[in-house]
Nanobody, 115 residues
Framework: QVQLVESGGGLVQPGGSLRLSCAAS????????GGWYRQAAGKQRELVAK???????DYADSVKGRFTISRDNAKKTLYLQMDSLKPEDTAVYLC?????????WGQGTQVTVSA
């Protein structure tokens, strides 16, 4: 069983930055597609960014140019660098990895952007 543990969330002012980390119990990010999703209160979960095992990257239009997804296979960790944060980025951010027919989720970390 793969375990994913997110960290790095918190309270930040508009325009600020945060870096989220997702540590996996195995080197699964090297084998599948790692992604960051978010779910704001009362809204559906949405994809923020994803990176394939081959390095292909996609971003939601709302975060393009502000967020950067990356991974470190040696550390078994997925990252999300978030810059120029806006109040509408406030949400629980969840780490995900999809490999073959298995789909794993972390428990989520709260990001709150507020003055």
């Amino acid at each position: 069983q793969v375990q994913l543990v997110e960290s790095g969330g918190g309270l930040v002012q508009p325009g600020g930055s945060l870096r989220l980390s997702c540590a996996a119990s195995t080197n699964i990010f090297a084998k599948g597609t790692g992604g960051w999703y978010r779910q704001a209160a009362g809204k559906q979960r949405e994809l923020v960014a994803k990176i394939t095992s081959g390095g292909g990257i996609d971003y939601a239009d709302s975060v393009k140019g502000r967020f950067t997804i990356s991974r470190d296979n040696a550390k078994k960790t997925l990252y999300l660098q978030m810059d120029s944060l806006k109040p509408e980025d406030t949400a629980v951010y969840l780490c995900n990895v999809l490999v073959t027919r298995s789909n794993y989720w972390g428990q989520g970390t709260q990001v709150t952007v507020s003055a």
